[in-house]
Nanobody
Framework: QVQLVESGGGLVQPGGSLRLSCAAS????????MSWYRQAPGKERELVAF????????HYIDSVEGRFTISRDNIKNTMYLQMDALNPEDTAVYYC?????????WGQGTQVTVSS
């Protein structure tokens, strides 16, 4: 059974940093492109970044380029999202999934709130 568990969210002041983790189980993690999505209140879920299966291919949406870093550890079956220079517009629930995403893989997400 596929399971993706996000962690690392919290409340942070503008300009601060957080590191999200996504622990994967139930599938061959190293064979898949993986991604981070987020959903802000009243908005649709949007792609934040994706990473290739070996970690060498990375893509970010414009609004996080240069501030967020996606990475993965295929030995630990874990993906990460380092978020720096956070601003209130980054406030959302963050989810991990395969890329393209699979409906059955959505987890509970982790809340990130950027506020002073």
């Amino acid at each position: 059974q596929v399971q993706l568990v996000e962690s690392g969210g919290g409340l942070v002041q503008p300009g601060g940093s957080l590191r999200l983790s996504c622990a994967a189980s139930g599938f061959t993690f190293g064979d898949y492109y993986m991604s981070w999505y987020r959903q802000a209140p009243g908005k649709e879920r949007e792609l934040v970044a994706f990473i290739g299966s070996a970690g060498s291919i990375k893509h970010y949406i414009d609004s996080v380029e240069g501030r967020f870093t996606i990475s993965r550890d295929n030995i630990k079956n874990t993906m990460y999202l380092q978020m720096d220079a956070l601003n209130p517009e980054d406030t959302a629930v963050y989810y991990c999934n395969a890329y393209p995403p699979r409906q059955a893989y959505w987890g509970q997400g982790t809340q990130v709130t950027v506020s002073s």
